[in-house]
C-alpha cells in the first residue's frame, strides 16, 4: 500500500488550491464589507473591550489572515518579511482597485483605541505588499496616492502612536512602501513632499526617544536606506529632497547613539551596545545614509570624538571612574559611527579630499587604540570598545588593504596618515592589527571578544593575499613561536569549569583553539617553504603534552586518570583539530602523521576505552579522527612505497570499534542524554567510515588478503548500532539522518559482498531506513536512497541471473524471499512519486526502478492495474499506453545504454501521465492511490523512439 505521507502531503495541497480559489476571495470580501459597515457605527471614544471594538478587532484578524494566506504554496520567511510580497490571485484585483477598502483601514485608525491600531497596520502591511503585476501603471499609482495620503494623515495625527506595538507596525508600513514601491513612483504623488518631510520628522523623533521602541529603529534605517541608494536610478532634476532630509536623519542617529550612554548609565536602561550583530545591521544601514553631504557627517564626528577624547583624558587624570565610564561607552559608539563612515565610502568614486578625510577620521581610532592598550595592560579594559576596534579593523581591511582596484584611494589615504603617525602602507597597518590580536588573546577572556577576534585572524589567514603579507611580519613569527597556555588566556583550561562532564566545556573556548590553530599553522605554511625544521618547532609544546598525557595514562592500571589529564586530552584534540584542517597537500600532511604514527595513536586509543561514556572527550577524539580521514585535495595520497593510507584506517576504525563497543555496552541512557552520549558520536562515525570508503586512497583488499578484519569490525559495529537507532530518532536530528545516507552508498557500491551476509536485522533495517528516505521531504536522502537501492537491487539481479548461484547461502537473497514484501513497498513508492509526484530526482529514481521492475516485474504489472482501475473510464486507456510504452526498446540487461533507455522513457512517461492526470475533467483525488486486484501481463512495443532526454540536466 500507499505510504500515509503521499495521501497527507496531495490532499493538504490540494485542499489548500481549492480553498484558495472557491473560498478565500467571497472570506475577505465578506469580512471587508462588515469592517465598512462596522466603521460607520459609533466607535469613537469607545474602549477595546466594549462589543464594536471586540467585533472590529475579530474582523481585522481576519483580515488579516486572508492576506496572510499562503498564496503560491511557498511558506514566508518570516526574518525577512520587509521584502515578502503578498502574491494575490488576479480574481482579486477589484478589491484592491476599490480604494475605499484602503481609506477605511486609516479611518479606523484614527477612530479606534490606541491598543487596536497594530492591527490596523499589520492588514495595511499586507495590502501594501500585494504584487505590483496586480495593476497596471495608473491604477497602481492611484492606489500609492491613497496609502500616501493615510500615512500623512497618520504622521499629522501621530497621538495613537504612542501604542508600542502600533508604532512598530507602523514603521512596518513605511518599509514595505518603499520595498514594494520605486522611488520614481513615490516622486509623482501629489503629496510626496508633505509626507516624506513629516516621515523625516517622525524619523529624527523616534531616534532621538530610541528607548520607546528601540527594535522599530531597524525599519526606518532600512526605509532611509532603500530611498538613498535609490537616488542613483531616478534624474537629477527629479525634486526627491533626499539630499537635504538624508543628512539630518545622520546626525539623528550619530547625536542619539552618543547621547544613549548617558541614558544607559543614568537610568539603568537596557545597552544598545550589548547587541553587537544589531549594532553592525544598523551601521550597514546607515552607512548610505551618511554619503549625503559627507564631509558634514565627518566634521560632526570629529568634533564629538575629539571632545569625548579630551574628556576621556581628563577623566583618566582625575580618576573619576564614572566619567571615564561615559567617555569610554561615548567613544566606543564613535569608533563604531567612524567604521560605519568608512564602510560607507567603500562604493564610493576616487576622492582624494574624501579620502584625506577617511585618513583624519582613521588617525584618530588609531590613536584611541594606543591609549586603551595601556589601560589594559594596567588592567583596566573595556570590552565594549575592544568589539568596536575589532569592527574597524575588518572594515578598513575591507576598504583599504589588499585589494588592487581601490588602490588610487588606499595611496591617497596612507600619505595622510603618513603625515599623522608614519604609517605608509597596508602591512605597517597589518602589524597593527597583528598587535591588537595578539592583546585581545593575552589579557582577554571575555568569550564573545575572544571568538570574533579567533575568527579575524582566520579569515586573514585564510586570504590569498593577506596571508602571504601577514605571514611575512615579524610579530607573526613571534606568535608562532610563542602559542603556549602561558601566553594567551583562552588557551588555559584551568579557568574552566571544575567539571569536564559539564557540556560548556568544548562549546566555548574550545571551539576556539581549532580556529585559533588552524590560522597559526596555514601561517607557518605561508611563512616558508623549508617547512620540516619549523613545523617540528611549532609542534613541540603538543608534543610535550602528548608525552605528558601518555605518561599519566601509562602510570594508571586501574580507574580513570584525573579531571585535569582528561581537561588537557580535550584541548590536545581541538588543537590537532585545527592543525589537520590546515593541511592543504600532501607533503605537509606527510609532515603531520609522521609526527603522530606510531608513537602517539595508542594515546587515542587509550582514552577512548577509558572515557567512551564521556561526549565532552568522545566529540573532539572522533571529530579529530574524521579531519584525519578526509581526503581534503588529494592530501591524503601518499607515496607508493608508503603505507600510510592503511595505517591511517587501521588506527581511525581501532579507536571506532572501541566506541562502539561502548557505546553497545550502555543500556541505561535516558532520552534527554540519547542525543550527546550516542546518537551524536555515532553520527561522526558513520562520516568517518564515508570518508574511508570514498576516499580512493587505500586498496580495501589488502585487508581482505591479509586477513586483517578492522574495517569490516567497524563496519558490521556501527551497522548493529544503526539498526538500535529509530527512524524517528535519525529523521529528527539532522546531522546523523545526513551522515547515515551518505554513508549507505558508499557501503553498498563496493562492498555487497560483505553487507549481502550480514544479520538479516540489520538487512532488513537498511531496506526500512531507504524506504524512510524515499519517503521524506529531504532531497538528498531520496537521492541517496535511490543510489543504495540501485548498487543493492542490481547485485541482487546479478546473483539471480546467474544460475550457479546458491542462493541460500546468501544471507541478503534469504531476507528478501522470506520478506517480499519489502521490495514490493519500495516499488509502490517509486512508481507513485513517479505518477502521482512533481519530484526534480526522477533520474537517480529511474535507475533503480529499472532494476526493481526487472526483479520483480509481476507486482509492477499489478500496480499498473490498480492505478489504471482507480481512474475514471476516460484517463484508462491513456495511461494504459503509456505504460505500454514505458519499456519501449529496453532489453533485460544492466548496460549502460540500456539504463539510459529507461530513464529517457521514464522522463517522457512522467511528463505525459502528468497531463493525463490533470486534465480538466478531474475526480477524486483519492481515487487514485486505490491498489489491489489482479493485472494483466505488460506488454512491450519496441517501435516508439524518444528524442529529448529530460533528466540528464536534472542529474
Known amino acids: 500500500t500507499v505510504p500515509e505521507c503521499f495521501r497527507l502531503s496531495s490532499r493538504f495541497r490540494k485542499v489548500c488550491n481549492s480553498f484558495r480559489d472557491e473560498c478565500l476571495l467571497d472570506i475577505y470580501t465578506l469580512a471587508i464589507n462588515a469592517l465598512k459597515g462596522a466603521a460607520g457605527r459609533k466607535i469613537d471614544n469607545a474602549s477595546a473591550g466594549e462589543p464594536v471594538c471586540v467585533y472590529i478587532h475579530q474582523l481585522l484578524m481576519l483580515i488579516h489572515c486572508c492576506l496572510n494566506y499562503d498564496f503560491i504554496g511557498c511558506s514566508i520567511d518570516e526574518s525577512l518579511d520587509e521584502y515578502a510580497t503578498v502574491a494575490v490571485p488576479g480574481t482579486w484585483r477589484d478589491c484592491f482597485l476599490d480604494l475605499d477598502n484602503v481609506r477605511v483601514f486609516f479611518t479606523l485608525y484614527h477612530r479606534l483605541p490606541a491598543s487596536m491600531g497594530s492591527r490596523v497596520f499589520s492588514s495595511l502591511v499586507q495590502m501594501t505588499s500585494v504584487r505590483r503585476s496586480l495593476f497596471d501603471g495608473d491604477e497602481r499609482k492611484r492606489f500609492l496616492q491613497c496609502l500616501l495620503l493615510g500615512v500623512q494623515s497618520v504622521l499629522e495625527s501621530p497621538q495613537n502612536l504612542m501604542d508600542r506595538q502600533t508604532y512598530h507596525e507602523f514603521c512596518c508600513l513605511l518599509v514595505r512602501l518603499k520595498s514594494n514601491y520605486q522611488l520614481s513612483e513615490l516622486i509623482q504623488c501629489e503629496n510626496y513632499a508633505a509626507t516624506i518631510q513629516l516621515v523625516a520628522k517622525f524619523t529624527v523623533s523616534s531616534l532621538e526617544s530610541w528607548q520607546f521602541s528601540n527594535n522599530s529603529i531597524h525599519y526606518l534605517l532600512s526605509l532611509w536606506q532603500r530611498l538613498v541608494s535609490s537616488m542613483h536610478y531616478i534624474p537629477s532634476s527629479s525634486n526627491h529632497m533626499l539630499d537635504e532630509l538624508a543628512p539630518e536623519i545622520t546626525k539623528a542617529y550619530i547625536m542619539s547613539r552618543v547621547d544613549s550612554v ?9 545597552d544598545p551596545l550589548d547587541d553587537f550583530e544589531s549594532v553592525k545591521q544598523q551601521l550597514g544601514m546607515i552607512s548610505p545614509i551618511a554619503q549625503c553631504q559627507y564631509e558634514s557627517t565627518v566634521q560632526l564626528l570629529m568634533n564629538l570624538f575629539d571632545s569625548a577624547a579630551q574628556q576621556y583624558e581628563s577623566a583618566m587624570q582625575t580618576n573619576s571612574a564614572a566619567d571615564v565610564q561615559l567617555q569610554e561607552g561615548r567613544l566606543t559608539w564613535l569608533v563604531h559611527l567612524i ?15 574624501l579620502a584625506r578625510i577617511d585618513a583624519d577620521l582613521c588617525y584618530r581610532v588609531f590613536q584611541l587604540m594606543q591609549v586603551a592598550d595601556a ?12 568589539l568596536a576596534f575589532l569592527g574597524f579593523f575588518e572594515e578598513f581591511k575591507k576598504v583599504c588593504m589588499c585589494e588592487n582596484d581601490r588602490m588610487v584611494r588606499s595611496s591617497v589615504l596612507y600619505v595622510r596618515l603618513d603625515e599623522l603617525m608614519g604609517i605608509s602602507n597596508d602591512t605597517m597597518v597589518l602589524e597593527m592589527l597583528v598587535q591588537r590580536i595578539v592583546t585581545n588573546l593575552k589579557y582577554w577572556s571575555h568569550q564573545v571578544l575572544v571568538d570574533k577576534t579567533v575568527n579575524l585572524l582566520q579569515q586573514l589567514a585564510i586570504g590569498f593575499t593577506s596571508g602571504r603579507k601577514l605571514a611575512k611580519l615579524d610579530s607573526i613569527k613571534l606568535l608562532l613561536e610563542n602559542h603556549t597556555t602561558q601566553g594567551f588566556l583562552f588557551l588555559d583550561n584551568r579557568k574552566s569549569q571544575q567539571s569536564v562532564s559539564d557540556a560548556d566545556i568544548f562549546c566555548s573556548d574550545m571551539r576556539l583553539r581549532t580556529k585559533f590553530y588552524s590560522a597559526l599553522t596555514r601561517l607557518l605554511f605561508n611563512r616558508t617553504t623549508d617547512t620540516d625544521e619549523f613545523f617540528e618547532q611549532f609542534m613541540a609544546p603538543m608534543k610535550g603534552v602528548m608525552d605528558q598525557i601518555g605518561s599519566a595514562f601509562s602510570t594508571w592500571s586501574s580507574g580513570s586518570p584525573s579531571d585535569e589529564v582528561k581537561r588537557i586530552f580535550i584541548a590536545l584534540c581541538r588543537d590537532l583539530r585545527g592543525v589537520v584542517q590546515a593541511l592543504s597537500n600532501n607533503m605537509t600532511y606527510v609532515l603531520f602523521f609522521n609526527l603522530l604514527y606510531p608513537t602517539y595513536f595508542p594515546i587515542f586509543q587509550r582514552a577512548m576505552t577509558l572515557w567512551y561514556n564521556d561526549p565532552s572527550v568522545t566529540s573532539p577524539l572522533l571529530k579529530l579522527m574524521e579531519d584525519m580521514v578526509t581526503n581534503e585535495a588529494q592530501r591524503l595520497l601518499f607515496p607508493i612505497s608508503s603505507a600510510g593510507g592503511i595505517l591511517l584506517v587501521r588506527e581511525a576504525c581501532a579507536v571506532m570499534a572501541i566506541y562502539g563497543r561502548g557505546v553497545m555496552s550502555m543500556t541505561d541512557i535516558t532520552a534527554d542524554r540519547l542525543y550527546p552520549m ?4 555515532v553520527a561522526v562515525c558513520f562520516k568517518i567510515l564515508q570518508h574511508i570508503l570514498s576516499g580512493r586512497y587505500v586498496n580495501f583488499g589488502v585487508f581482505r588478503l591479509y586477513g586483517d578484519e578492522v574495517l569490516d569490525n567497524s563496519i558490521t559495529i556501527f551497522l548493529k548500532l544503526a539498526a538500535t537507532i529509530s527512524h524517528t530518532n535519525v529523521t529528527e536530528y539532522t546531522k546523523l539522518f545526513k551522515s547515515f545516507y551518505q554513508l549507505l552508498p558508499c557501503l553498498t557500491e563496493d562492498h555487497m559482498e560483505f553487507l549481502s551476509s550480514l544479520d538479516p536485522d540489520v538487512l532488513v533495517y537498511i531496506f526500512r531506513s531507504i524506504v524512510v528516505g524515499l519517503t521524506g521531504v529531504d532531497v538528498a536522502g531520496v537521492t541517496h536512497s535511490c543510489s543504495t537501492l540501485d548498487h543493492i537491487i542490481s547485485f541482487v539481479f546479478k546473483k539471480v541471473s546467474k544460475s550457479s548461484t546458491d542462493t541460500s547461502q546468501i544471507a541478503l537473497l534469504r531476507v528478501l524471499e522470506s520478506q517480499p514484501d519489502i521490495l514490493n513497498e519500495i516499488l509502490s513508492i517509486m512508481v507513485n512519486l513517479v505518477v502521482f509526484e512533481s519530484c526534480s530526482y526522477l533520474w537517480s529514481i529511474s535507475r533503480p526502478l529499472f532494476v526493481l521492475i526487472l526483479v ?7 500496480i499498473q492495474t490498480d492505478i489504471i482501475s482507480g481512474q475514471p473510464s476516460h484517463r484508462q486507456q491513456p495511461i494504459v499506453n503509456l505504460f505500454n510504452q514505458l519499456m519501449d526498446g529496453v532489453e533485460r540487461s544492466l548496460a549502460s545504454r540500456n539504463r539510459d533507455k529507461f530513464t529517457q522513457n521514464l522522463a517522457r512517461f512522467s511528463s505525459q501521465v502528468f497531463s493525463v492526470l490533470t486534465d480538466n475533467n478531474t475526480s477524486n483525488p483519492s481515487s487514485s492511490y486505490s491498489f489491489g486486484g489482479n493485472a494483466p501481463s505488460i506488454s512491450v512495443n519496441s517501435s516508439t523512439s524518444l528524442a529529448i532526454d529530460e533528466t540528464m540536466a536534472m542529474a
Open 262 to 270: 548617558m541614558a544607559v548609565l543614568r537610568d539603568g536602561l537596557e
Open 339 to 353: 567604521t560605519g563612515a568608512i564602510c560607507s565610502r567603500s562604493n564610493a568614486g576616487q576622492d582624494d579630499s
Open 375 to 386: 589601560r589594559l595592560q594596567a588592567g583596566h579594559g573595556n570590552e565594549k570598545l575592544g
Open 678 to 681: 550516542k546518537l551524536k558520536g
Open 856 to 862: 520483480n516485474e509481476q507486482f509492477f504489472n499489478k
